[in-house]
């Protein structure tokens, strides 16, 4: 759990130095738009990389993956991983509500457990569609 809560924390600073970076090069004067717009997509891509990372942990645990892999080199497995994982996190969004976003964004905790849930809803039907098109 460490581990995990390690790597969300990792994605969440370099996120957020990329975006202060952002913010010097733009210019011009900010409105209240643009910054709850960048506020959105920042917790939006924050909430991704967190299922992304929540997925490559879990794939790796899943007997069917451990069974196919075997028969992968390892590009193969992770352009898998990618594939299955980019699934898990487009249909993650599908799943949360403005109301889930902003008590993820307040509470780690929520935050955890909302990815949990989301990444167990998804991660086998996007690990059986890309597996049966192989």
Do not use: H
């Amino acid at each position: 759990m460490n581990k995990r809560l390690t790597s969300i924390s990792a994605s969440i600073a370099m996120l957020a130095a990329l975006v202060l970076s952002g913010c010097t090069t733009t210019g011009g004067t900010p409105n209240a738009g643009d910054a709850v717009g960048t506020a959105s997509n920042i917790g939006m891509n924050v909430f991704k990389a967190a299922v992304d990372n929540t997925c490559r942990s879990e794939i790796e645990k899943n007997n069917a993956w451990r069974i196919a892999r075997v028969a992968m080199n390892s590009e193969q497995e992770e352009a898998l991983k990618t594939k299955v994982c980019s699934c898990v996190s487009e249909q993650a969004l599908q799943q949360v509500t403005i109301v889930d976003m902003t008590n993820a964004a307040i509470d780690k905790e929520y935050r955890a457990k909302l990815v949990t849930k989301v990444v167990a809803k998804s991660l086998q039907s996007c690990y059986a569609n890309f597996t049966k098109k192989k």
